[in-house]
DNA sequence: TAGATTGTTAATCGATTAACAATC
DNA sequence: TAGATTGTTAATCGATTAACAATC
């Protein structure tokens, strides 16, 4: 079964199911079908066995699957069966939502240290952590082995310091900066750019104020 | 040419080529070619071709495309050739992020109000808006017909704010809560969620701090 | 048992790519 | 003109769905 290359499109999927399930859990649900969570989904039952089918046989017939049981072999296939120390760069307004974001640690993933270039706001604390210089940044994050890292600077500092935590051994990137990076194979990185999701909304929606006035 | 549906998969990947138009013009770049457009991508020149010519003949043979054109053009297509007035709602940290943003302006988009339900944030200022109490949503955004929100609040309040939103005409939906949310059609919903994100990298990585260390 | 739901196959559907005539 | 690049078609590739035997 893990023989076989897993298609990019079914990782992506997994998360959301395993947010599903985890939303499941806190509401006190022990067993759920791919029916039911499709309709949360809003995709095919399907399509969620045929994905879960790439990894196992998860479930039991006429009955469906174990909540706790499916997250844990979901996050042991997406490698969240653990906990990731995450680099953050930018301490800015961004840098403290997420310093502070409590949705991290029960989900795989903890922000370790944060690096600014500022002077004005190295050595302040963000949540609990210190604020570093930037100047560290590629000796202390090959020193502490960190893998991934969150990326809140301006565009316009986004591929220095992408490839700067390059240079440090991350393999992860993910970054809010609105600018495609250029990495080398084997390093990843994944973009959020709420501007991006407003853009795909507006194709969608009516120019007029009274979009019931059809036609006018 | 607009007759045809349009598949969505086609208008989520516009917002990419505006972004790079907009990287290659403040380059002082002119003109480029589906060819250039598709390095910094990384898709194939053939679909970004494909994808334009759904909705018109931008380019000319031989040269490649106007650049300032074809970003008319596309803010154009995804009406952006505007500027939308977004409400806010969640003055905490995520909020006070979205709020000092300086990307959204000159993409198509500005936030014109902020709305929290804690005492203690009601009238403070975050960046030019003062917040203000959750209680006035529904009339506020209705009598501003506003049709466009970004959801900064806890998963556990954000369902709840969602259908003041949509009752209150809101129709897009930028949610940064890490749960589906429940919306009537003709209401669009885009989710940011960084674990999620987070979660589809890790899949890749290797388990090992010494990855070199091939099958040990 | 009867009813429900899985895992899986084959069919369908849709998206991407290769190729090239048109043409700037 | 010669070279380059578009817009578009047909072929390929990949993803989703429908259906159902297996089985809990």
């Known amino acids: 079964m893990r023989s076989k290359k897993i298609p990019d499109i079914v990782i992506r999927r997994l998360p959301l199911y395993l947010r599903t399930l985890a939303r ?16 949360q989904l809003r995709i095919s039952s399907a399509l969620i066995r045929k994905d879960l089918s790439y990894f196992g046989e998860f479930g039991k017939q006429g009955t469906g699957y174990q909540i706790r049981f499916l997250q844990e072999q979901l996050q042991r296939i997406l490698k969240v069966d653990r906990e990731w120390e995450v680099a953050l760069v930018g301490a800015g307004n961004l840098g403290r939502a997420l310093a502070h974001y409590k949705g991290f640690c029960n989900r795989g993933f903890r922000i370790v240290a944060v690096y600014d270039n500022d002077p004005a706001k190295i050595g302040k604390m963000l949540g609990n952590l210190k604020v570093k210089s930037a100047s560290h940044l590629v000796e202390d994050v090959r020193a502490r082995r960190l893998k991934m890292a969150m990326l809140a600077v301006p565009a316009d500092h986004a591929q ?5 935590l390059v240079e440090a051994g991350i393999r992860a990137v993910l970054s809010y900066a609105p600018i495609h990076l250029t990495v080398p194979d084997g390093v990843y990185v994944q973009y959020i750019d709420p501007v991006v999701h407003l853009q795909r909304m507006t194709y969608y929606l009516g120019n007029r104020k009274h979009s019931n006035l059809k036609g006018f």
Chains 1, 2 share one sequence.
């Open 24 to 39: 499941m859990a806190a509401e006190g649900k022990e067993i759920t079908s791919s029916d039911q969570l499709a309709e």
């Open 160 to 164: 220095e310091v992408a490839d700067q």
